[in-house]
């Protein structure tokens, strides 16, 4: 069996103000997930949709969209993904009450999110 996608971010200089244009433009819901540095979680509430996330970019980072896909072992993951030519763009992380994730680049550079599944 694949691998799903399960959750998708949109991430940039001016968080709130993208959360109030993706909440705005779609009519998604969105709830406050951390204070500083900001994050909201978005729930599009369509049948067949996925739930995501609006936050601040990194420093220095313009901002970015991307997808996460659920796997059973990050560490693995990304060992197979650099085997293929991509590369680690970000080790295993424990989300504060949330899961683990990690990110990699893709051979042309676009940056895919993995988030641990049990």
Do not use: C
């Not at 959750?7 to 959360?19: I, N, S, T, W, Y």
């Not at 978005?42 to 997808?67: C, L, R, S």
């Amino acid at each position: 069996m694949g691998n799903p996608v399960v959750h998708f971010e949109v991430a940039g200089r001016d968080a709130k103000a993208l959360e109030s244009f993706y909440k705005d433009a779609f009519d998604w819901r969105t709830e406050e997930a951390m204070p500083n540095p900001y994050y909201a979680m978005a729930y599009p509430d369509g049948e067949g949709g996925i739930n995501g996330g609006i936050g601040q970019a990194m420093d220095g980072e313009a901002g970015h969209v991307t997808f996460y896909v659920a796997v059973p072992d990050l560490e693995a993951a990304l060992s197979k993904i650099e085997g293929l030519g991509g590369s680690t763009v970000m080790g295993p992380v424990d989300v504060p009450e949330g899961p683990s994730i990690a990110m990699f680049s893709d051979p042309e550079g676009h940056v895919v999110g993995l988030l641990k599944i049990d």
